[in-house]
């Protein structure tokens, strides 16, 4: 099994920063694009931003400029760097994975997200 452990949501004033980490653990071949999604309260989940195995990325219009997202091949873990977060901001965040695991099967992967708080 494969599993996405997130950490390092929590509770912030806006203007402020979060760094969110995603680590991919179990019975991992390769890992290819990573990414991070978000919901707010009665919404659906949205992207935010994705990086591939080679470091292109992606973002959301919303956080263009804003979030930096990340990845160390050699931890099997991606990350999203926050800044100037704004109340809007405030979401359930989710990392999720391509990932082909010792099987050689091609699995997509979600972790059990981490909620991120910004206060006005």
């Known amino acids: 099994q494969v599993q996405l452990v997130e950490s390092g949501g929590g509770l912030v004033q806006a203007g402020g920063s979060l760094r969110l980490s995603c680590a991919a653990s179990g019975s991992i071949f390769s890992i290819h694009t990573m990414g991070w999604y978000r919901q707010a309260p009665e919404k659906q989940r949205d992207l935010v931003a994705t990086?591939?195995?080679?470091?292109?990325?992606n973002y959301a219009d919303s956080v263009k400029g804003r979030f930096t997202i990340s990845r160390d091949n050699a931890k099997n873990t991606v990350y999203l760097q926050m800044n100037s977060l704004k109340p809007e901001d405030t979401a359930v965040y989710y990392c999720n994975a391509d990932v082909r695991n010792g099987n050689l099967q091609f699995l997509r992967v979600w972790g059990q997200g981490t909620l991120v708080t910004v206060s006005s």
């Open positions: 990086i591939t195995s080679g470091g292109s990325s």
